[in-house]
C-alpha cells in the first residue's frame, strides 16, 4: 500500500489551515461485516464501516460538535462506539461503554452520539463491546488545534496506526481464552502485526521537509517498539498533552498509547528507509513457531530505489516516556485525600446501565450499593485528589487507562524493584497521559483530580466514567471499576436522549433502577448478575485470575479482588492507610 501524504484525508483537513468558527462534523456509520486480509495469510470477516475496511478516521478541530450516527448491521452482535482519550465534559451518556452508560446497541437498531471536542491530540475510537474492537471496530481519531504550539514548525502530517492481527475471530477466542481448556490463562498470540492496517506499507516524502507523525497502537494485546532507521524522531505529544520538545531514535506503545513527533527528512533522495513495529514478545507465554513480530514500511524518497530490509539490532532500547514534561507545566497535585477498603468481589455488567441507576435512584445514588456488589461501583466527590498505587506482583507488562481524565505519573520503577516503598522524590511537573504500563515485578504511583473540569470555563461537571486494563483480554474477563461522581448533580444536569432509552426499550432492559432493575426497594439486590462459579481444582492462580479478570486490584476505596482470591491469600495486598490507594497487579 502507498500512502501519498499530499492527497491523504488527514492532511487535506488539517495542515495549516486556521479555523475560526466550530462546525458541525457529522458521520454516518453502518457497522457491518466485510472481508479483508490485511497480512496477506488469511481472509477473514472483519468488522467494518459502511461496506469498507479498514475503517475511516475520524477527525475535527477543537471545539467542533461531532455527530457519530450508529446503525447496527451486524446482525448477529451488539455493539457501541468508544471516543478513547476524550474527556467527554458534561456528556458522560456518549462515553460509550455497553452496560456503564448506554445500553449495547443491538443489530438493526440505531444510536446517536453526540458530543463537543475541547481538547486537540491524538486519539482512537473503538467498540467498546466486550472483545470487539479486535475483529476490525477500531480507527484514529484526530482533534486539529488552530492554536498547537507547534503550528508551523512541520510542513505535513499523517497518522500511522500499529496493532497486532487474529486469523481467527474474537468471539471463539474468547470462548478458549475463558475455558477449562485453558488452566494457565494464556492470553492468544496474535497471528501477526499490522501498520495502517496492511503490511509493507509505503509512505511517499519529499527531501527537507518535517512531517508530523500521529501514531495509535489500536492492538488487543501486543505492546510494539516503532523506530524510522536513519531518522530521529522529536516528540512532542502523548496521549493528547502536549509536550516538551524530547528525541527519540525508538518507542514504545502499549496498546491504546499515543505519540505525535516530528520527522525531519534528509535533503537528498540516495536511498529509502525501513520504519519497524516490532510486537514485545515478552507479553506472550509461548512464541508461536514462525510467528514474525515485525512490521515493516518504508519511507519512500524514490520509488525506483530498492527497499532496503530492516537492520538487525541487538537490543531494544526505546525512549522513557516517564521523562517527558507536559508543555503546560502543571504540578504536582498534592495531599491526596482518599481512603481506602476493599471488598472480595468480581466484575459482572448489571442489568441496566450504570449511569441510569445513578440517574433514576434519588439520594440512594450517592450509596455505592445501590449500583450492585459485582459492578465495582465507588462513588467520588468532585475535586479530590486521588492517589493510585499500582504495585505489579507479576512478570508481565499491564497497561492502564482511566476514561474521562489523564493520569499524572509520580512514581514508575523498573522491573523488578517490588512494591512501593514510600521513599521516592516526586517529580515537581509528572508526565501525563490516559494509558500507562507498570513495569515486571515494579510498581506505579498515579494522581489525578476528580474534578473533570470543562475546558472552556472551568465548570466541574460530574459523570460516570471508567478504569481497566487495555489489555482487552483482561478487560473482557472483567477487570473495570466503575467510579460515579457526584450523582446527585449528575441527576440534576442530564438527561439522556430519547433515541438512547429507546434503544434500550427495544431489547426490553430497563432504564430505571439499581443494578437488579429494581425500582421499588432499591437496596434489594435480589436478581442482580452473578459471578461465574467456582473454578474446579488444577488451576494455576493465573488461570484462576484469568477466568475471572487476570488482574488483582485495589482503588481508590475499592478492591477489584476475585472472591477465589481466598484460595490464595498471598495474591492480596491493599494499602489501607489514608491518602494511598493500593493496587496489585497479577499473579502467578
Not at 447496527?72 to 456528556?91: A, E
Not at 437498531?109 to 473503538?126: A, C, M, N, V
Not at 475471530?169 to 492468544?188: C, D, H, R, V
Not at 524493584?417 to 504500563?437: I, L, Q
Request: charged share 15%; hydrophobic share 40%.
Amino acid at each position: 500500500m502507498i500512502y501519498h501524504l499530499t492527497t491523504s484525508v488527514i492532511c487535506g483537513l488539517i495542515c495549516f489551515v486556521t479555523f475560526t468558527h466550530a462546525k458541525n462534523v457529522t458521520y454516518d456509520f453502518k457497522i457491518g461485516w466485510v472481508t479483508a486480509n490485511p497480512d496477506g495469510a488469511k481472509a477473514r470477516p472483519v468488522i467494518g464501516i459502511n461496506g469498507q475496511w479498514p475503517i475511516p478516521h475520524i477527525t475535527a478541530d477543537v471545539g467542533d460538535r461531532v455527530i457519530v450516527n450508529v446503525m447496527n448491521d451486524l446482525g448477529n452482535q451488539s455493539t457501541s462506539l468508544h471516543f478513547h482519550g476524550l474527556y467527554q465534559n458534561g456528556t458522560t451518556d456518549m462515553d460509550g461503554p455497553a452496560g456503564v452508560t448506554q445500553c449495547p446497541i443491538a443489530p438493526g437498531l440505531t444510536f446517536k452520539y453526540d458530543f463537543e471536542i475541547k481538547q486537540p491530540g491524538t486519539y482512537w475510537y473503538h467498540s467498546h463491546s466486550p472483545g470487539q474492537y479486535p475483529d476490525g471496530l477500531r480507527g484514529a481519531l484526530i482533534v486539529n488545534d488552530p492554536d498547537s504550539p507547534y503550528k508551523g514548525q512541520y510542513d505535513e502530517e499523517l497518522v500511522l496506526t500499529l496493532s497486532d492481527w487474529y486469523h481467527d475471530q474474537m468471539p471463539g477466542l474468547l470462548k478458549w481464552f475463558l475455558s477449562y481448556a485453558n488452566p494457565t490463562g494464556a492470553e492468544p498470540v496474535p497471528d501477526s502485526a499490522l501498520m495502517n492496517d496492511t503490511q509493507n506499507l509505503k509512505i511517499l516524502i519529499q527531501p527537507g521537509k518535517t512531517y508530523m507523525f500521529r501514531v495509535v497502537n489500536m492492538a488487543a494485546f501486543a505492546a510494539q517498539y516503532l523506530w524510522l532507521e536513519g531518522h530521529t524522531m522529536r516528540i512532542i505529544e502523548v496521549d493528547g498533552i502536549y509536550t516538551e520538545p524530547a528525541e527519540a531514535e525508538q518507542i514504545y506503545l502499549t496498546a491504546a498509547q499515543r505519540y505525535s513527533f516530528l520527522v525531519t527528512t534528509k535533503n537528498d533522495t540516495s536511498a529509502n528507509f525501513p520504519i519497524v513495529g516490532s510486537m514485545d514478545q515478552d507479553l506472550f507465554d509461548t512464541v508461536p513457531p514462525g510467528l514474525n513480530p515485525n512490521v515493516t514500511g518504508w519511507l519512500v524518497y524514490d520509488e525506483a530505489k530498492p527497499l532496503p530490509d530492516p537492520t538487525p539490532i541487538d537490543e531494544f532500547d526505546p525512549f522513557d516516556d516517564f521523562t517527558l514534561v507536559p508543555q503546560d507545566g502543571e504540578k504536582l497535585f498534592e495531599n491526596p485525600d482518599y481512603s481506602a477498603f476493599f471488598n472480595d468481589i468480581t466484575y459482572v455488567q448489571p442489568k441496566i446501565p450504570t449511569l441510569y441507576t445513578a440517574l433514576t435512584t434519588g439520594a440512594t445514588a450517592t450509596n455505592a450499593a445501590v449500583y450492585g456488589t459485582n459492578v465495582h461501583a465507588y462513588i467520588l466527590e468532585k475535586n479530590q485528589v486521588i492517589e493510585i498505587i499500582l504495585n505489579n506482583d507479576d512478570p508481565g507488562k499491564h497497561p492502564f487507562h482511566l476514561h474521562g481524565h489523564a493520569f499524572q505519573t509520580v512514581i514508575r520503577s523498573d522491573e523488578e524493584a517490588g512494591f512501593y516503598t514510600n521513599n521516592e522524590t516526586f517529580p515537581e511537573v509528572p508526565m501525563r497521559r490516559d494509558t500507562v504500563m507498570v513495569r515486571p515485578n515494579g510498581h506505579m504511583v498515579l494522581r489525578f483530580r476528580a474534578d473533570n473540569p470543562d475546558m472552556s470555563d472551568l465548570l466541574l461537571l460530574s459523570r460516570v466514567w471508567l478504569f481497566h486494563c487495555h489489555i482487552e483480554w483482561h478487560v473482557a474477563s472483567g477487570l473495570t471499576a466503575t467510579m460515579i461522581e457526584a450523582p446527585e448533580e449528575l441527576q440534576a444536569n442530564l438527561k439522556i436522549p430519547e433515541d438512547h432509552l429507546q434503544v434500550c426499550k427495544s431489547q426490553n432492559i430497563a432504564t430505571a433502577g439499581n443494578a437488579a432493575g429494581r425500582t421499588d426497594d432499591l437496596l434489594n439486590l435480589n436478581g442482580a448478575t452473578l459471578p461465574p462459579a467456582r473454578l474446579p481444582d488444577g488451576f494455576t492462580a493465573r488461570g484462576i485470575v484469568a477466568l475471572v479478570f487476570s488482574i488483582l486490584a485495589a482503588f481508590i476505596g475499592l478492591a477489584v479482588i476475585s472472591w477465589y482470591a481466598s484460595l490464595y491469600p498471598s495474591l492480596i495486598f491493599v494499602c489501607l492507610r489514608r491518602e494511598i490507594i493500593g493496587m496489585l497487579v497479577g499473579a502467578e
